[in-house]
């Protein structure tokens, strides 16, 4: 393949289906595995809408269960945007949300991966803990992670609060710290010195829910 020239690779009948972006991952989905369908693409897009509609002519489930089955997003709910089919989204993206029942209450956050809905992380839950922590927590979580795994994606939030403090460097909440909380409180201090000690080179970017719908990291639990 010629160099600067990115493809993506959809796995329709494999190990584990999905889509990847880098054939040696594709490659060890189909190595040696029975009658494999595979296809290479020029564009995240492209290759996602393929996944979706290209699923095995054997598979008698629904798009939405095989998606399910196979770790993949399900399909957007009735009178919801499918972000997959909007231009303005990066599908390369991360996308991490929080979810916090009660405030303070019971918080645990997550990421995912845009383009096949893949968990990427959750941590949690912690008690006696905020929303907006929670959703800046997951934001350093993601840049951290991608500096262990050596990759570099931009990163959704729908938390203008959590996306200000990652700026700022600087956490603005009126919790106080209890032996409860303490987890919480630990994690936060390790958040703001990695932000201090590293350089994270994407982008944090506002997710449009009111256009796009829910976060794709959300919880579901409105």
Sequence with gaps: MAAGKKKYYVVWAGRIPGIYDDWRDAKEQID???NPRYKGFTSAAEAAEAFRKGMPDSAKASLGDFLARAGQRSLPKAGQPDYM??????LNAWAVDASCMGNPGIMEYQGVELMTGRTLFRVGPFPDATNNI???LAIVHAMALMEREGT???IYSDSVS???WVRNRKIKTQL???EKNRKVFELMARAIAWLNSHQYRGKVMKWQTDLWGEIPADFGRK
Excluded: R
């Design 32 to 34: 040696n595995y029975p």
């Design 85 to 90: 089919t909007i231009p303005e989204v990066d």
């Design 134 to 136: 929670g959703e800046f």
């Design 152 to 154: 570099l994606h931009n």
């Design 162 to 164: 959590g996306m200000a």
């Design 176 to 178: 106080k710290p209890t």
